[in-house]
Every structure is written in structure tokens, then in C-alpha cells.
């Protein structure tokens, strides 16, 4: 375990000097046995006889009740091998290794997700973001994996794009869920029932989803509060019990009600 903390300091250092975050991989003696992938952004790995789950660092698959979950899996199967190389130090909330992943052939598994629209890039600070969030927006604009148009089924025609999200709500964010919002416009010239429509965040668990009947006439936008409150053709509320947007980055997707996302928004 010396050697991947080693690792660690080496790529924080170098993207210190050089201004660039890519590192080199590990040495193979770091490897360690793979058991089998959990899914799309999970391994479960051996080290040093103890079965020990592997969280990939900075990067988020479909929830496995979601569209593209299962290809996500197959994805990360093909590409984390017997063995993989491990570097970084951090755990998450439930106790899971957060780690960037290496392939056999030295392939950065986390990173290659994201470059092929397979997974989300996440703002969590680690030192690959920047170049994660740049994957990801190229994955997107090349309508990659889970970023094509038609990935989860027939696509919606419609004209709606998010046209801005207030992240940082005056005060204590906590105090004043409504302060923050996504706001969701129609840009075309017809109205758009959003009945099945729904918005995320980065995260697994923030989702809303627009109620039965609602729609957006041509021309027009809604705004989505964090907060409770009473609804109205302008103004919708998650009734999160937390805030939802992160503050220090973030990203909105609008999804139609096959599931495929429609528009994305980054900060």
C-alpha cells in the first residue's frame, strides 16, 4: 500500500509543476486481484486476502434501476481484467475505496468510461477533474454512449433545453433551499407536456420528476426550486430535504421520458 500512496504524491506534485493532471501509470507490483465488477463504477477487489469494494474515483454509472446501467457493467467488465492497479487514499461515506483504476495494458479505467459516454464525470476536486469534465463534454457533444440522442429508447420531439440553474442560494444553502433552481425553457414554438420528464444532478439520489399533466407552453420557462412549496405553471419545487446543486460545480441533465438526456448543463 506504500507504493499506491506513493502514487498518489507523484500525480498531485506533478499536476502541481506542470499545470496537467495526467499521471503515469502505477508499477504493476501495486496490482491487485480483481473479484468481479459490481457495476458500472464498483469493483470488488483482493487485497491482501480481504474482499474490499473499490468505488472509482470522480466519475458516476446509471443506478442499476436506470437506463444504461447494464451496459455501463458490461463496459467496466471488458475493461478492468484479472488484475488492476490502484491509486489514491481517500473513502467515501459508506466506507468504499476511492480509487482511480488501471487496466493491464495501463489504461486509466475511470477516465476511458467517460470518454466513451459511459459515465458522468463527477466535481468532487480530485486531481483528474478538469480533464474528466472535458471527456465528458466532448463525449456529449459526439453524442456518445449513454449521450446519444436515442440511448434509452425513442426520443422526444420537443424543443426544451435548461437555460440556467442559480447553484448558490443566498445565505445558508441549507436554510434556503429555494433561493437555488434549474430553469427549464421551451424554445420552440409548440407547447411541450413534460409529463415522464425529469432532472439530476451528478450525484445518485437527487431526482426530480415534472407531475402528471404539467406543460411548458412555446416560449416559455419554469423554474425548479430545491424547497417546498406550492406549484404554478412558473415555478415547480423538488421538496429535496437538502439542497440540491453543489456549489463548488456541478451539472444539470434534462432527461425525456425514455430516459435519454435531452440537454446538460455544467457550472
Known amino acids: 500500500m506504500r507504493q499506491i500512496t506513493t502514487g498518489v504524491a507523484f500525480l498531485t506534485i506533478l499536476a502541481a509543476c506542470t499545470g496537467t493532471a495526467t499521471p503515469s501509470a502505477p508499477d504493476p507490483a501495486d496490482s ?28 458516476n454509472t446509471p443506478e442499476r434501476d436506470e437506463c444504461f446501467d447494464a451496459e455501463a457493467k458490461a463496459r467496466t467488465t471488458e475493461l478492468a481484467t484479472e488484475r488492476v492497479r490502484l491509486v489514491g487514499t481517500d473513502e467515501d461515506r459508506f466506507g468504499r475505496l ?15 468510461l467517460v470518454t466513451e459516454g459511459v459515465a458522468l464525470a463527477l466535481s468532487t476536486g480530485h486531481a483528474l477533474q478538469d480533464e474528466f469534465k ?7 457533444r459526439q453524442q456518445l454512449g449513454r449521450w446519444q440522442p436515442d440511448a434509452c429508447g425513442p426520443t ?4 426544451v433545453e435548461i437555460s440556467d440553474v442559480e447553484y448558490d442560494a443566498p445565505g445558508d444553502d441549507t436554510r434556503n433551499r429555494n433561493g437555488e433552481w434549474v430553469e427549464i425553457t421551451n ?29 411548458l407552453a412555446a416560449g416559455t420557462d419554469v423554474r ?12 415547480l419545487f423538488w421538496c429535496d430535504d437538502d439542497p440540491v ?6 451539472t444539470a441533465y434534462l432527461l425525456d421520458p425514455s430516459g435519454n438526456v435531452v440537454d446538460r448543463l455544467a457550472f
Not at 156 to 159: K, L, R, Y
Not at 245 to 250: E, K
Open 156 to 159: 422526444a420531439d420537443s424543443e
Open 98 to 112: 476511492l480509487r482511480y483504476a488501471y487496466a493491464a495494458d495501463g489504461a486509466l479505467i475511470n477516465q476511458q
Open 32 to 59: 491487485v486481484r480483481l473479484i468481479r465488477v459490481l457495476d458500472g463504477d464498483s469493483l470488488l477487489v483482493d487485497i491482501d486476502g480481504t474482499e474490499t469494494e473499490v468505488r472509482l474515483l470522480g466519475i
Open 187 to 215: 424554445v420552440g414554438s409548440q407547447p411541450v407536456p413534460l409529463d415522464g420528464w425529469s432532472i439530476q444532478d451528478e450525484s445518485s439520489s437527487h431526482r426530480f420528476e415534472f407531475p402528471t399533466g404539467f406543460a
Open 134 to 140: 472535458a471527456a465528458e463534454a466532448e463525449a456529449f
Open 245 to 250: 446543486w453543489t456549489n463548488r460545480g456541478d
Open 224 to 235: 425548479v426550486s430545491s424547497g417546498c412549496g406550492t406549484p404554478s405553471d412558473e415555478q
